[in-house]
Nanobody, 123 residues
Framework: VQLQASGGGLVQTGGSLSLSCAAS????????MGWFRQAPGKEREFVAA????????DYVDSVKGRFTIARDNAKNMVYLQMNSLKAEDTAVYYC?????????????????WGQGTLVTVSS
């Protein structure tokens, strides 16, 4: 599967952004989807994940209550709505696909990656 992330940009603290990830190729609903991010000088970290049906989600504690992951299997899309953004959310955000039914927050267990989209939150 090929992934294309978009929607990044520059936003002020407290603002919102919505990221999108378009998938093409093999059957999208076979994939557990996740969002990861990598801030300058830091390691990549897990942000959120969603089950194949979209019925279950998982978030890192630092974004709970502010970010929402969703998917539309009919459109082969996964989204990350980011509200109440903070400076520490600044990073390149990546969508990733995992061909499994098992939850994972580990990037190395994801099979496919998008190219990343930059989110910059200014104070």
């Amino acid at each position: 599967v090929q992934l294309q992330a978009s929607g990044g940009g520059l936003v002020q603290t407290g603002g919102s952004l919505s990221l999108s990830c378009a998938a093409s190729g093999r059957t999208f609903d076979n994939y557990f989807m996740g969002w990861f991010r990598q801030a300058p000088g830091k390691e990549r970290e897990f942000v959120a994940a969603i089950s194949r049906s979209g019925g279950s989600t998982d978030y890192v504690d630092s974004v709970k209550g502010r970010f929402t992951i969703a998917r539309d299997n009919a459109k082969n899309m996964v989204y990350l709505q980011m509200n109440s953004l903070k400076a520490e959310d600044t990073a390149v955000y990546y969508c990733a696909a995992r061909e499994s039914i098992v939850w994972s927050r580990l990037g190395r267990q994801y099979n496919y990656w998008g190219q990343g989209t930059l989110v910059t939150v200014s104070s």
